[in-house]
């Protein structure tokens, strides 16, 4: 079984400066889907950043950003700029591969993320 | 276009009785799902379906079940509900991977539920 691991459960951050935040993965797959999930206080699940596991380039999404390390099973997400609208939790997710045709995604437990004025 | 809308936002149960919450989708996605939220675990998956009349368990079935009818509607019932299922629940749907993008999942905005 696939699972998720956000080892921070609380982050701070001042405005305007960079911040980033971890996630590791257990998996025999090969080709899979991971993806960065925002949920702010009005607790809707907004989509930030997603990777495909074939593709050696790291995402970009304007101030958001990946480093995926495959071998090491790790795909981390960092915030530049950080505005005072990136306070929320940020969940870390696994989809499986297209073959499972079901999308079963497994999340992380997330890290709360406080940017300070 | 409202994307994935659930009804109804916020309910109250006694243990035992039942209910039934109401996901619905105008993306015209085929896949839809059903996730509960609790604290310091993120989402899980309780059931999913792949089109319409089909359904599938996902990590955490058990005192669940779920119908999809139609398409754009998605079902989850409590038949019986338990203290234990106290949560936040959430809905989600997608394309099947390939056909637009990646397959990510766009989620509702979340139904919580307390039974007492």
């Known amino acids: 079984a696939q699972t998720v691991t956000q080892s921070q459960p609380e982050m701070s951050v001042q405005e305007a400066e960079t911040v980033t935040l971890s996630c590791t993965y257990d998996t025999s797959e090969n080709n899979y889907y991971l993806f960065w999930y925002k949920q702010p206080p009005s607790r809707q699940m907004i989509l930030v ?13 304007n101030r958001f950003s990946v480093n995926f ?8 997400l960092k915030i530049s700029d950080s505005q005072l609208g990136d306070t929320a939790m940020y969940f870390c997710a696994f ?15 997330g890290t709360r993320l406080t940017v300070k004025p | 276009n409202a994307g994935v809308t ?8 006694k243990t035992g009785q039942s209910m039934t919450l109401l996901c619905a989708q105008d993306m015209n996605h085929e896949y839809m799902y059903w ?7 993120g989402l899980r998956l309780i059931h ?10 996902g990590e955490v079935p058990d005192g669940y079940n779920v119908s999809r009818l139609k398409k754009q509607n998605f079902l989850l019932g409590l038949e019986s509900a338990a203290p ?6 959430f809905c ?23 039974v007492l």
Do not use: C, H, W
């Open chain 2, 6 to 13: 659930q009804t109804p936002k916020f309910r109250v149960l």
């Open chain 1, 49 to 61: 950043i997603r990777q495909e596991a074939y593709k050696q380039q790291n995402a970009t999404e």
């Open chain 2, 84 to 89: 234990s299922q106290t949560s936040v629940y």
């Open chain 2, 48 to 57: 999913y379906s792949v089109g319409e009349g089909t359904t599938a368990k």
């Open chain 1, 95 to 109: 989809m499986k591969p297209r073959r499972y045709n079901n999308n079963d995604m497994r999340f992380g437990a």
């Open chain 2, 35 to 41: 996730y509960r939220q609790d604290p310091g675990m």
């Open chain 2, 92 to 114: 989600a749907s997608s394309y099947p991977p390939g056909l637009a993008g990646v397959g990510e999942q766009f989620f509702g905005p979340g139904t919580r539920l307390t």
């Open chain 1, 69 to 76: 390390q495959k071998a090491a099973k790790s795909f981390s």
